[in-house]
T-cell receptor, first 115, second 112 residues
Framework: GENVEQHPSTLSVQEGDSAVIKCTYS??????FPWYKQELGKGPQLIID?????GEKKDQRIAVTLNKTAKHFSLHITETQPEDSAVYFC??????????????FGTGTRLTIIP | DTAVSQTPKYLVTQMGNDKSIKCEQN?????MYWYKQDSKKFLKIMFS???????INETVPNRFSPKSPDKAHLNLHINSLELGDSAVYFC???????????FGPGTRLTVT
């Protein structure tokens, strides 16, 4: 089955600087790669995603890049703000059939923005 | 205007008891999931249902029995609770074939 590795497990960044979180996956058939942000006491919130036919996607201060050959993808957050502090999860999915869109999650990165 | 809701938010119970967690989504999705998040924050899928039909069962013990009365609801019943069942359980939903999954706020289950 799919295995997703995520690094680093913790990351502290000065406010205003950039943060980068990296993930690798094992199943070459995976075709969908979302990133979730989980704040304390809340459920994971989808913040950006990318599909295997795209190499990069941006949404304001966040961007995701995908290298299918190397089977890794990364989350980039620029101009970090205190509200970016949370646990971030990458995930991978190869589902193509109804109800089969199983997400395999990475182990999470606790991002702390230092004011 | 809650998208995916779960009840209860907290559940404290003793070993051996039976408990249920309820999930409802108002997004018009046809696929719903249960995930378990352990004490190390690791998220793992347990079940998925599409149009009330079980699609994914990730070798979860038989003590866990999901039930989907309709597309908007997916409940999780747990029999004979064990200490190791303590975790946060998240419900999620999606539109089949669209990948994007939206999560509920979670139910923190503590078994003593």
């Amino acid at each position: 089955g799919e295995n997703v590795e995520q690094h680093p497990s913790t990351l502290s960044v000065q406010e205003g600087d950039s943060a980068v979180i990296k993930c690798t996956y094992s199943d070459s058939a995976s075709n969908y790669f979302p990133w979730y942000k989980q704040e304390l006491g809340k459920g994971p919130q989808l913040i950006i995603d990318i599909r295997s036919n795209v190499g990069e996607k941006k949404d304001q201060r966040i961007a995701v890049t995908l290298n299918k050959t190397a089977k890794h993808f990364s989350l980039h957050i620029t101009e970090t703000q205190p509200e970016d502090s949370a646990v971030y999860f990458c995930a991978a999915s190869r589902g193509t059939n109804f109800g089969n869109e199983k997400l395999t999650f990475g182990t999470g990165t606790r991002l702390t923005i230092i004011p | 205007d809650t998208a995916v809701s779960q009840t209860p938010k907290y559940l404290v119970t003793q070993m051996g008891n039976d408990k249920s967690i309820k999930c409802e989504q108002n997004l018009g999705h046809d696929t719903m999931y249960w995930y378990k998040q352990d004490s190390k924050k690791f998220l793992k899928i347990m079940f998925s249902y599409n149009n009330k039909e079980l699609i994914i069962n990730e070798t979860v013990p038989n003590r866990f029995s999901p039930k989907s009365p309709d597309k908007a609801h997916l409940n999780l019943h747990i029999n004979s609770l064990e200490l190791g069942d303590s975790a946060v359980y998240f419900c999620a939903s999606s539109l089949a074939g669209m990948h994007e999954q939206y999560f509920g706020p979670g139910t923190r289950l503590t078994v003593t």
